[in-house]
């Protein structure tokens, strides 16, 4: 099943289809048909209101980053999927808040608050947790960037979870209505996917505390001003790491908010060791830098499609682009791949200061692996220069950075003939 979402996008739209239907109709059905003929010229703005929680329940249960799923869609189409409920689950949610009639004072007031809270939250979300605006207007890139000295990821994430509050008060609500209460499968079902799901979530958020793999750190290197590597050492649960793949790392001694990293290394089944290269661009990953040897961390995941999509097309060879740290993943690749495939990997720095991997990719230099390095990012012309008819033809590409420089660059390749389904990319960014 895994393989065959991975694989073909059309059966990845039918299982998102087919999720979406399916999580509301057994609440639709057991409220519809023990209601009889009661109401049934609500039945739409009321069908409107189920099927907006129940959306809201599966993008919280997708925020718990499900390994299953992850593995197969990988967790930017997770995001996407979550995003896209919360978005559409809104407007349902209006439909049903604005035209539903209702009495009790106490159950317009939770309807409401529920509502305010949840528009709320998701305009915060697509402007501060998703690319959805950022990413296509410089303007508001730019006032997040402002925004953000402000208002921190960390904090964000607490904003975010606001929406665990408007899901009760639509629980209090739906309690409320006393022509619905009364329809026993129905609010056992209720109760069920409610608690479910919220049980869920608090079980996953405990048991990322607790730190199922943890480990120590064993070495903290600088590689210049603002870069330094990590390297750590995972005790219990080791995982089976890919190439390429991140994982969310959390260090105890620093606070317990969460942050993604990439493996930098190439993973290796006897080690147990992961190297980490990380640049300080926030208050986090300043405090990160100092961190001592023998500190603990844990970490959840692992996370990443890169690996998978290359052993699932052992006929392309690779090009790689990275901007900045963005590279790290793609050192991980090169390191893992060059004996077996053709290796193109271009890497843009912002200035001569930050190639500190350049020794170490000449060392990798064979006649497999090619690297570029350039200060400064690649135009179109430039890619144009550097890739050969065969590469931009047959290649495939993985492209990471900051999510406006993945955009960018992913233009200028679709402009010289990169075709949309050779791309890959992650992005920094959140
Ligand atoms: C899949 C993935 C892999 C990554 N791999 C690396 C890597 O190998 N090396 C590296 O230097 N950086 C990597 N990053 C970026 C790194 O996670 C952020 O730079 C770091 O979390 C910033 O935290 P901060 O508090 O120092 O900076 P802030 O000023 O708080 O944030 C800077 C930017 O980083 C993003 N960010 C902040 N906190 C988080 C968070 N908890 N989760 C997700 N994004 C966040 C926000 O978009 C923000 O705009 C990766 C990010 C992702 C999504």
Not at 265 to 271: A, D, G, T
Request: aromatic share 12%; hydrophobic share 50%.
């Amino acid at each position: 099943m895994v393989n065959v979402l991975r694989r073909y996008p059309i059966a990845l739209n039918i299982f998102w289809v087919f999720l979406v239907i399916l999580v509301p109709t057994p609440l639709l059905l057991a409220l519809f048909v023990s209601m009889g003929s009661i109401a049934t010229d609500q039945r739409l703005l009321i069908a409107a209101g189920i099927i907006a929680y129940t959306w809201w329940l599966l993008a919280v249960f997708l925020s718990t980053r499900p390994k299953w799923l992850e593995r197969a869609v990988g967790l930017p189409k997770m995001y996407l999927l979550h995003g896209c409920l919360g978005v559409i689950a809104l407007v349902l949610a209006f439909l049903h808040e604005h035209y539903m009639v209702s009495m009790g004072q106490w159950i317009i007031v939770t309807g409401k608050l529920a509502w305010y809270l949840t528009l709320f939250g998701v305009l915060f979300a697509a402007f501060f947790m998703s690319g959805w605006i950022v990413d296509h207007f410089p303007t508001a890139a730019n006032v997040k960037i402002r925004m953000q000295k402000v208002i921190k990821h960390q904090f964000s994430i607490w904003i975010h979870r606001l929406n665990i509050v408007a899901i009760l008060l639509v629980w209090l609500h739906v309690e409320l209505i006393g022509r619905v209460n009364g329809h026993l499968m129905f609010m056992v079902l209720f109760e069920l996917y409610t608690f479910g799901v919220l049980g869920y979530y608090g079980w996953y958020k405990l048991d990322q505390k607790e730190g199922k793999m943890a480990g120590k750190v064993v070495k903290n290197r600088r590689l210049n001003a603002k870069t330094f590597q990590l390297t750590l050492e995972f005790q219990d649960n080791v995982p089976n790491l890919l190439a390429g793949d991140f994982l969310f790392f959390t260090f105890p001694t620093l606070s317990q908010e969460t942050h993604p990293f990439s493996l930098t290394n190439k993973p290796s089944e006897k080690s147990h060791v992961v190297v980490l290269t990380i640049r300080e661009v926030g208050d986090y990953t300043k405090g990160l830098s100092a961190v001592t040897v023998g500190s603990s961390f844990y970490a959840e995941g692992p996370f990443g499609q890169f690996s998978r999509i290359i052993e699932s097309e052992p006929e392309k060879d690779l090009t790689l682009i990275g901007m900045g740290t963005g590279v790290a993943p793609l050192m991980s690749i090169a390191k893992r791949y060059h004996s077996r495939r053709n290796i193109h990997l271009i890497w843009t720095v912002k200035n001569k200061e930050d190639e500190f991997f350049r020794s170490e990719l000449e060392n990798l230099n064979d006649n497999r692996l090619k690297s570029f390095i350039q200060v400064g990012r690649v135009t179109t012309y430039e890619l144009s220069q550097l890739l050969s008819e065969r590469e931009i033809k047959e290649n495939r590409f993985f492209v990471v950075g900051s999510s406006l420089a993945v955009l960018s660059v992913e233009r200028s390749l679709k402009q010289i003939g990169v075709s949309k389904q050779n791309l890959s990319d992650e992005r920094l960014t959140m």
